[in-house]
């Protein structure tokens, strides 16, 4: 009954994508959005020259966002298990709430004191992400409601603990971190926030945690047929976003001297908005700590050029916001090419293609 | 010869239902066996009670001739048993090595090992040389999978599954959402399994392919098996019949047997 007669194999293969490493590379949203960010580089450094192409113009920069990434180190972690963590920016506040208010009844500013609030700010940040990790895998609650109410409740706790009013007694160990130290010529909290990224980088990239966190996100069930964790992973993850916001709290207060109630309310958006522009899907399965610095650089580097060359820092948001959708349009036309089953086409292109 | 898996006299109800009644089934070593019947003839309840997945009400299990009690599905992978089921269980955004080692990725040597660290090297090699050994149309080692053919994921799922099974592979509708060629090619990957000495369990209601790649068909209907039948002979009216029970006079039977 066998209907096929043996015939060469290679006539009825389907053939499979068989892509050169340059072609993957090419095909990573990071890379396109490097290319914009350079794109972006370019174009203030013709229009301001070497005020903006300076070595202290993109050390400033760097001293601007190393809070952003290292939140951002646990939100790429996050948004590709498919969920979010709105609650970071609360929990940063919350954490240095309680490590100033520690920091100030210990008294003193030498390291130790500064050690012991580093401490708690880790763990506060850490116990709220595994609070958030814990409802949204047991009690399955969805991300965007658990993390909402975490936002709410964290920063209420942070006014309730303060009365609303910043604490400034920072131990000088930790403000002179940030002001006097420089580590292998850079500042030291881009140093700290590098380290970090190259952490995280190394532990999404290299090890089983990292896989597992994308397996989680592209197929949930099929993690759990071949016996991930996958509640457990989920508290992991969140209650590494939470660790993030918590060491975001300890360079915060080595930033700025004080807490800074009133000062992060928009700091998950911009974060989030940093990892999607960096090629992290939010529909989960795919992304790069890679993506999600330079995805942290474009409103950065935009900010920073517009008041170099004088116009309003204002533009900034309108400029960050329509990156920020371009880039999830570009992600989500790849990925329905993609289930087309057809070679990467270049979806900008195809939007300008009239269809047939 | 003894069976590589045999079941005595399977029975289980849900409430009313007899899923299983005094249900039988055997297969031998490199034998493709295809499990065939009607939607709720009790195919899949079968499956589940043959790979650890259901507590039976009564009936006995036999591996290779020893008595064999399983309660949880990680007792049947490690005898070597396996189950693709139809919705593959792969993660669209990993490679074909990903998704083989998910969850038993080979762990760097020494104290990076212990760190979580994987050795990729390893793992592309062992799946490349899985997939060589396989023949098949699955080139590429670094595409994500979902990017590819239905046919290609079978395959990988395929692959996978004999990874860990070196025994017996059950395939549930393999070939159900895809094209001649992508059939014709799962079809030809199910005979190389059997040709490594494994079982393959196929259920599927398309009986050509059955037809083709069988060397037995057990028919189920009412949760129990009413005919096994070798397929050399065989016709698509005469499977048909037994599935619904219009020609049980022309089959050899149960009690033929």
Do not use: C
């Not at chain 1, 298990?81 to 709105?86: A, C, E, Q």
């Not at chain 2, 090699?125 to 053919?149: C, I, N, P, W, Y």
Request: hydrophobic fraction near 50%; proline fraction near 3%.
């Amino acid at each position: 009954m066998s209907v096929i007669a043996k015939e060469d194999q290679s006539a009825v293969v389907d053939h499979g994508p068989q892509d050169s490493l340059l072609k993957r590379i090419g095909s990573l949203q990071a890379v396109w959005i490097l290319g914009v960010l350079l794109v972006i580089v370019v174009f203030f450094s013709i229009a301001a020259g070497s005020k903006f192409l300076s070595a202290s113009n993109f050390s400033l920069i760097s001293q601007n966002i190393a809070v952003w990434a290292v939140l951002g180190v646990g939100m790429t972690f996050v948004i590709i298990t498919s969920g979010i963590d709105l609650s970071i920016g609360s929990v940063l506040v919350f954490s240095s709430v309680v490590a100033a208010k520690l920091m100030a009844s210990i008294g003193g500013d030498g390291w130790g004191v500064a050690l012991i609030g580093i401490l708690a700010a880790l763990v506060s940040g850490a116990a709220w992400g595994v609070l958030n990790g814990f409802l949204i895998a047991k009690a399955k609650i969805p991300p965007l409601i658990v993390t909402l109410g975490s936002l709410s409740v964290a920063l209420g706790l942070a006014q309730v603990l303060t009365g609303g009013i910043d604490v400034r007694s920072v131990p000088g160990a930790l403000t002179d971190f940030n002001t006097y130290i420089k580590i292998l010529g850079i500042p030291s909290l881009p140093f700290v926030a590098l380290v970090t990224l190259i952490i995280g980088g190394v532990i999404l990239h290299r090890t089983k945690f990292g896989r597992y966190t994308y397996a989680v996100g592209s197929n949930e069930l099929a993690a759990r047929r071949v016996g991930i964790n996958v509640d457990r992973h989920l508290i992991l993850v969140y209650g590494l976003s939470g660790l993030m916001a918590g060491l975001g709290a300890v360079l915060a207060l080595s930033q700025f001297g004080t807490t800074t109630i009133a000062g992060q309310s928009l700091t998950n958006l911009n974060v989030i908005a940093a990892v999607v522009i960096g090629g992290t899907s939010i529909f989960g399965g795919e992304g790069s700590i890679f993506g999600t610095v330079v995805g942290l650089f474009i409103p950065a580097v935009l900010q920073a050029g517009f008041v170099i060359i004088g116009v309003e820092a204002f533009w900034q948001g309108v400029a960050v916001g329509t990156v920020l959708v371009a880039a999830v349009y570009v992600d989500q036309s790849r990925r329905a090419a993609a289930l087309r089953g057809a070679k990467s086409r270049n979806p900008i292109l195809a939007m300008l293609r009239p269809n047939k | 010869m003894t069976p590589i898996l045999e079941a005595r006299g399977l029975s289980r109800s849900f409430g009313h239902v007899r899923a299983l009644n005094n249900a039988d089934f055997d297969i031998n070593a490199g034998e493709v066996v295809a499990l065939i019947g009607d939607n709720g003839a009790g195919k899949s309840t079968m499956v589940k009670a043959l790979t650890g997945n259901l507590d039976l009400d009564s009936g006995e299990l036999f591996f290779e001739g020893k008595p064999l009690h399983i309660s949880n599905p990680q007792e049947a992978s490690d005898l070597g048993m396996e189950v693709v089921y139809q919705d593959l269980a792969l993660a669209p955004h990993l490679n074909p090595y990903q998704n083989m080692f998910l969850g038993r990725e080979i762990p760097r040597k020494g104290f990076l090992g212990k760190l979580g660290f994987m050795d990729d090297k390893a793992m592309r090699a062992k799946a490349r040389a899985g997939f060589d050994e396989l023949g098949g149309t699955v080139r590429s080692m670094t595409a994500q999978v979902g990017t590819m053919s239905g046919g290609q994921r079978q395959q990988i799922a395929i692959v996978r599954s004999i990874a860990w099974a070196n025994k017996i592979v059950f395939l549930d509708e393999p070939t159900a959402a895809l094209g001649v060629v992508q059939t014709k090619n799962v079809l030809d990957t199910i005979r190389r399994v059997r040709d490594k000495g494994i079982a393959v369990v196929l259920i599927s209601h398309s009986m050509p392919a059955v037809l083709e790649v069988a060397d037995r068909v057990q028919v189920m209907r009412l949760g129990t098996r009413v005919a096994t039948l070798p397929t050399k002979g065989a016709t698509v009216e005469q499977l048909v019949g037994a599935m619904t029970g219009a020609l049980d006079a022309n089959l050899t039977t149960e009690e033929a047997l």
